[in-house]
């Protein structure tokens, strides 16, 4: 298995491309979970006390979002242990994420972070540090972790599906990724991967619970009527630019963005299959793409899909910049952006993001 995926990344700093100043759709789904997460924790707590929690965040990108879940994780424990009339724990919390992530930008917000934190609460009750590597095999000792949180990574595969599979490959030739035209192949080659490295994920996280310890996922997933994806719209203005002769043949020939979207059934499949775990709950929540950018006025979809355009270049630059030049990536960027507003004004852009709560069996 690949340990390290270097050019899996989201943009790092905070300029104008970054994740950090281009998240805030994702921001908006780690809302849309919190109520599990008030469940979990709750759940967590009928059955132990610990008085240090253990809380690993996985995926956890550039910038604030991560520290939203911080704080939230503290507020809702702090309101558990009210309610129970014990006393709140310390917390210990990792950063994980790949070893390419810019995780600098997100440690120079901690001392701001760590001076609200004094102001309605004991600073010296939260230490936080990073933990870099895939979360696609083990990054933690055995037991040792309460709870984790994982939001809008796991999507993404461990590495590319088609890079081992040249047969298959060439049968998606001059795409990169699944489109609708791809045959049935790409796609069961797509899943096998998907199980791969759920299946290690999982395994991995059960390993390193306490028993009775939580995890809260959250990813992209597929349901119901066929819809568009980011992945997909990339991959056929690849092809138009291949078709116009803007970018060579060969650079597509070794290039599939690495996310999966599984369904509902193919996530439960890789989770009844671990035995040691059990699913709590899901849930599918289906949300538009500008869902919270409220923007009106007669400009107001063209300044969306501008802010949509830029959420995927954040997630995609990296990846992309592998294989093409800063004036390719542009140009995909230029008509990705008119894509999404063609797409706006005959119907609606959405995804679906599916929230889990699972257990480690006690
Ligand atoms: N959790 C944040 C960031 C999501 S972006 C939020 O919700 O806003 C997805 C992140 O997952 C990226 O930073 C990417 O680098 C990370 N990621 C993808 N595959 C990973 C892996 N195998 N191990 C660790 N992190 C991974």
Known sequence: MERDQPFLHMNGGKGEMSYANNSSIQRQMMLKAKFILEETITRLYRDSSPTCMKVADLGC?????????????????????TLLNRDPPTFQFYLNDL???????????????????????????CFINVTPGSF??????????????????????????????????????????IVS???????????????????????????ELVPGGA????HLG????????????????????????????????????????????????????????????????ISGWDEGLNIEGGDGENVRAEII???????LEPLLSEKFDAEVINEVFVRFQNKILQIMKVGKLESATFIMSITKKA
């Open 61 to 81: 990108s550039v910038g604030s979002n991560t520290l939203l879940v911080i704080s939230n994780i503290i507020n809702i424990v702090h309101t558990t242990c």
């Open 181 to 207: 035209t791809s045959p049935p192949e790409v796609h069961k080659t797509y899943l096998k991967q998907y199980q791969q490295d759920f299946k290690l994920f999982l395994k991995s996280r059960s390993e």
């Open 99 to 125: 070893f390419g992530n810019d995780f600098n930008t997100t440690i120079k917000l901690l001392p701001d972070f760590y001076t609200k934190l004094l102001q309605y609460k004991e600073h010296d009750s």
């Open 309 to 315: 355009s830029k959420h995927a270049r954040a997630a």
């Open 222 to 285: 597929y349901h119901e009527t066929p819809r568009r994806t980011s992945w997909e719209i990339v991959s056929l203005i690849l092809n138009d630019m291949l078709l116009e002769g803007l970018i060579e043949e060969a650079k597509l020939e070794w290039f599939n963005i690495p996310v999966y979207e599984p369904t509902v059934e193919e996530v439960k499949n890789v989770i009844e299959e671990e035995e040691s775990v059990f699913l709590e709950r899901l849930e599918v929540v």
């Open 215 to 218: 995890m809260v996922l959250m």
């Open 136 to 177: 696609y095999g083990r990054l933690f000792p055995s037991n040792s972790i309460n709870l984790f949180h994982s939001s809008n990574g796991l999507h993404w595969l461990s590495q590319d599906p088609l890079l081992g599979c040249k047969d298959v490959a060439s049968l998606n030739k001059g795409h990169c990724h």
